[in-house]
């Protein structure tokens, strides 16, 4: 009984705790896998298809909500995982559908249903106009980017590291920042480059997953012709209307998804590190200047005033662009009536203190200056000694002379030669060499 409790007990402990969420991913995986095999019912179906909707909609506001692209550094992971999901559902739907599509437009599910009857109203060849040019949105225009933009992020990226990792390497002999925060730093340089390969070729995925639809939905089409007139003799007509409604509805309901996916990628890839999320940077820049707004609005309602025109919406338009220029407008001023008040109390605060260190600018004691190809020399990652080197001989000529010689603070200098070095005391060159 005790080794039957204990055994009992065993998942229960597995799943409280982190151990619970390391499992997750095994146990996604599996299930995903498992449904390209095993029947599933059109009531599970239409559980699956609207979680893979709310899932793609949650992936696209976490990325418009993050600051910078290593908040969501688990995005390429995601982004696989959403991909094998809605292919798994493609494959789970095309088997119901070649088996049940001879009963009814809901043999695979009121979703299917759904999409297939309301948004393309029930007419098979507006479903696949819709279908063709969603995947081509999907294909030519934003994965495309978003590849683009990951692959040129990802070189540029890695070809930043070292002057990166040098830079954290200067700070760190200068004093400037403690081992725990150039540890954490040199992380985050690690962690970018990762992301942004990562990223580089988990965007391949999107992609295939676009042709893959297209596929999907000429096998369904085709496929159900055949199973519907050679195995349930149904007319050419009837089982063209049936199963081409069904093949559209399931390739709606994956690629709104996937087209989903693909503009958080978009996002992700594409957004400048700032301390503003996505919506934040376009409001505050897009709809900062009032004079964009007027002439915006002076264009539109000057096209709202020729005959033949839409002029209701173009003076709406109008309209609304000169009242949200006047409110940018209204507040700017108080933001610089506010900037031009405040002055006075800081004046008069700063006369009230006294001058400190803190208002010395800070100059080398002594710096070491590289050319880009001694770069190597100085930094970790490419083996260099010239570090550990210049540390011993601190170390032994305080031991010998009794003398504590001040830090050494190395940088690269593009303003002079390649293999050039130049020795500086408080900021004034003392020696050179190359």
Known sequence: MTLANSLLRLPRQMLAGNQGKGLVGPILIILILSMMVLPLPPFLLDLLFTFNIALSIMVLLVSMYTMKALDFAAFPAVLLFTTLLRLSLNVASTRVVLMEGHTGP?????????????????????????????????????????????????????????????????DLNAGLIGEDVARKRRAEVAQEADFYGSMDGASKFVRGDAVAGLLILVINIIGGLIVGMAQHGLGFSEAATTYTLLAIGDGLVAQIPALVISTAAGVIVSRVTTDEDVGGQLTGQLFANPRVLFLTAGVIGLMGLIPGMPNLAFLIIAGGLVWLGRRVMRGGGKSADTAVAAPAPVVTALESQEATWDDVALVDPLGLEVGYRLISLVDKTQNGELLGRIKSIRKKFAQDIGFLVPVVHIRDNLEIKPNAYVVKLKGVQIGQGE
């Open 106 to 170: 809901d043999a695979a599910g009121k979703v299917i249903e759904a999409f297939g009857h309301f948004l393309v109203g029930g007419n098979f060849a507006v479903g696949v106009m819709v279908f063709i040019i969603l995947v081509v949105i999907n294909f030519m225009v934003i994965t495309k980017g978003a590849g683009r933009i990951a692959e040129v992020g990802a070189r540029f990226t890695l070809d930043a590291m070292p002057g990166k990792q040098m830079a954290i390497d200067a």
